[in-house]
């Protein structure tokens, strides 16, 4: 069973940066067309942050524009999320996907990295 690894996660300061890490345990043997990054708050429903297709389109949610920049190195099957401007609004489980087709969901999910903002 191929699962998603993600690392980078920790206690940060308001207005911090962190970055974080994602790639698959073993090779999944198919080419990944999207990968995302998730976060669930305490309380909260799991909301999309940012995706990245294979042609590096993007999307982000609202609320992390212009703070949060998703990336990805295909030749390891790695994404990144670069996370600026911290908030305390911002702590939650970050969780990363990676699906194969351009429609339907994710197939692959990780465990999640625990993401917090305070001072």
């Known amino acids: 069973q191929v699962q998603l690894v993600e690392s980078g996660g920790g206690l940060v300061q308001p207005g911090g940066s962190l970055r974080l890490s994602c790639a698959p345990s073993k090779s999944i043997g198919s080419r990944i067309y999207k990968m995302g990054w998730y976060r669930q708050a305490p309380g909260k429903q799991r909301e999309l942050v940012a995706g990245?297709?294979?042609?590096?389109?993007?999307n982000y949610a609202d609320s992390v524009k212009g703070r949060f920049t998703i990336s990805r190195d295909d030749a390891n099957n790695t994404v990144y999320l670069q996370m600026n401007s911290l908030k305390s609004e911002d702590t939650a489980v970050y969780y990363c996907?990676?699906?194969?087709?351009?429609?339907?969901?994710?197939?692959?999910w990780g465990q999640g990295t625990q993401v917090t903002v305070s001072s």
């Open positions: 990245i297709t294979s042609n590096t389109n993007t």
């Open positions: 996907s990676a699906g194969l087709h351009p429609f339907g969901t994710y197939e692959y």
